[in-house]
C-alpha cells in the first residue's frame, strides 16, 4: 500500500488525475473502474480540465461505475449515478458513452435482473479493470459494501445500511426518499483491479481509513481492509 498525503483535496486530486491520465495516454483502451460522491468530484474536475489542455483521447476507454441505486422514482433520475457521471465526467470528454458500464439502467428493474449477473463477466471480458478509483465510507464501505459483506462477493443486489442512507440523505429532500437498495460490484470484483486508488479527504473519513491503514487481514465489520494486501493500492488523502 503506498500512502499520498496533501494538504488539499484539490492537490489530492489532482495527483490521482495525473494517475489515471498517464494510463490512458499509455493504453488507449485502458479499463477504468468509476467511483461516484463528493469525493470524486475534484477528480473529475481535474480530469476534464487537464484532459481539454493535453488533448487527452479518451474515445477507446471503456468504464464500469461500482454501483447504482434501485428504485429512484423517474422524477429523480437527477440522483442516479448515471446522472452523475454523465454531468460530471462523460459529457465533458470524448469517451463512447456506449463504452460506459452500469449494474443496472436506472428505472429498469426488469433489465436490471439480467444486467447485474453479468457484471463481473463483462469485466474480465473487457480485459479487467486497470485503474479502480474508489471513495470510502464513513462507516468503512466501499462501493456498496456494507459492514458485513463477503470478501468473495461479487457484483449484486445490496441494502444500504442506516448509516450509509442517513449521510446520502444530503443529496436527497429527505431520508426517507433515499432508496435503500443498490446494486453494487462486490469486494471480490473490486479487488480484481490491477490497481486501485482509494481518495479519502475529511475527519469523517478518518476511523474508516485507520482501519485500512492498519489492517493485517480482512475484518468484515470494516469492508474496506479487504485491500490492505492489494498489490497495488495507492491511497491519498489530506489526512495526516
Ligand atoms: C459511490 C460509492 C461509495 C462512495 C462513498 C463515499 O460510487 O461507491 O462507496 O465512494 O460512499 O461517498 P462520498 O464521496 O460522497 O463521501
Known sequence: MKIITSDSKLACSAHAADIILNEIKRNKKAVLGLATGSTVED?????????????VDWSGIRSFNLDEYVGLKEDEYNQSYRYFMDSKLFDHININKANTNFP???????EANQSFANYDEAIKNAGGIDIQVLGIGNNGHI???EPGSSIDSLTRCVQLTPSTIKANSRFFASEDDVPKLAISMGLRSILNSKKIILLA???NKREALNHLINAKSFDPNWPCTCLHNHS?????????
Do not use: P
Open 104 to 110: 443496472i439502467k436506472v428505472n429498469d428493474k426488469a
Open 43 to 55: 477528480l473529475y474536475d481535474c480530469l476534464i480540465k487537464k484532459t481539454k489542455s493535453d488533448g
Open 232 to 240: 497495488d493500492l495507492i491511497v491519498i488523502t489530506d489526512l495526516k
Open 143 to 145: 462501493a456498496f459494501n
Open 201 to 203: 479527504f475529511g475527519e
